[in-house]
């Protein structure tokens, strides 16, 4: 975590820490998005096959 680390006052290891704490949600978000998708797409091959 050097990010919060080069940040000396408070505001600022707040602010980085909200950012990675929202970056990672995000990106956690989007990736099982993508999973359910992927795995939608595969069960309607699966039927029409």
Same mark, same amino acid.
């Given at each position: 975590?050097?990010? !919060? +680390? +080069? +940040?000396?006052? #408070?505001?600022?290891?707040?602010? #980085? #820490?909200?950012?990675? @704490?929202?970056?990672?949600? %995000?990106? @956690?978000? %989007?990736? @099982?998005?993508? !999973?359910? @998708?992927? #795995? *939608?797409?595969? *069960?309607?091959?699966?039927?029409? !096959?």
């Amino acid at each position: 975590m050097t990010i !919060l +680390n +080069n +940040n000396s006052s #408070a505001p600022g290891r707040s602010l #980085a #820490a909200t950012t990675v @704490l929202l970056g990672t949600i %995000g990106f @956690l978000c %989007g990736f @099982l998005l993508a !999973l359910t @998708l992927s #795995a *939608y797409s595969l *069960y309607s091959c699966v039927q029409i !096959l």
